[in-house]
């Protein structure tokens, strides 16, 4: 084969690409010319566009990486929102039901009436602590508030929940960067929570600690997980099962967000 033959074969598969490569990683206009001055033949001409062009594409990799995680950020930040506008309303609304001022509301559950109220008016994103004992003074189960779904007195043996008809959260422990699709809402007196998490490729600001185990297979992409402080890899098709009250999270290797199913129970026994 011909050198000039090499050369088109060679390029045929980064059309346009090349040339950016080098106005963007030659420092001055002449370098390209001085580099093929000093080359004894075409090939390492060949040689050397090759190489600027695996570090564009090592460019491109990494800012398709920084797009995907802000845009799973702020999908993150739309279900949170959502999520913390429906549990004010819903607080604000029992509480008026039951013919309850806020200043009563405070004296009952030792809140001050600004953080009550803050709360009510979306200012302030509450904890699971806060909203356990405000559900306890209103006289409404805990997944009520944070949900909408009433537990039935009765509750069904079986629940079944069909691919379009998972609900989106911001999972139990307030975990922001993931996506939580909820798997076992239905189930009013259920022991275990299962979600379909959808996962980028940043670590959350805090790792997770709470009561309780986990099991968690992955779906999709290859995660790191960190597990009290020491690092995990894994693929599609791994499953990992753990102790929750140590530090614990993870994040998706790769240019496209991964997904895993988590199985978690806080309730001894």
């Not at 010319?33 to 564009?56: D, I, P, W």
């Not at 980028?200 to 185990?213: A, D, N, R, S, Y």
Request: hydrophobic share 35%.
């Amino acid at each position: 084969m011909t050198s000039a033959a090499l050369f088109f074969s060679r390029f045929s598969s980064y059309p346009f690409v090349w040339p950016m490569c080098c106005l963007r990683h030659l420092s001055h206009p002449s370098e390209l010319a001085q580099n093929l001055a000093k080359s004894s033949c075409l090939e390492n001409f060949l040689m050397l566009v090759q190489n600027m062009c695996r570090r564009q594409e090592l460019f491109l990799t990494n800012v398709r990486c920084k797009r995907m995680s802000i845009s799973m950020s702020d999908t993150a930040e739309i279900v949170t929102k959502e999520i913390i506008t429906a549990i004010g309303a819903r607080i604000r609304l029992l509480r008026r039901e039951k013919g309850m001022s806020l200043d009563a509301l405070a004296k009952k559950t030792g809140f001050a009436k600004s953080y009550l109220s803050e709360i009510e008016t979306l200012k302030k994103e509450p904890p699971i602590s806060t909203l356990s004992k405000i559900a306890y003074i209103l006289k409404v189960d805990l997944p009520f508030l944070i949900t909408g779904e009433v537990k039935n007195s009765r509750p069904d043996k079986i629940s079944i929940v069909r691919k379009g008809e998972r609900k989106a959260s911001d999972g139990p422990f307030g975990s922001r960067g993931y996506i939580y699709d909820s798997l076992t809402y239905k189930k009013a007196d259920r022991v275990m929570d299962g979600y379909i998490v959808t996962i980028g490729p940043e670590f959350p600001p805090k790792p997770l600690v709470h009561e309780g185990q986990e099991l968690v297979y992955v779906l999709e992409g290859t995660q790191e997980l960190l597990y009290d402080g020491e690092t995990y890899l894994l693929e599609e098709g791994d499953c990992f099962y753990f102790d929750s009250d140590r530090p614990h999270y993870s994040r998706t290797i790769g240019d496209k967000p991964g997904k895993i199913l988590v199985v978690l129970t806080t309730k001894g026994g």
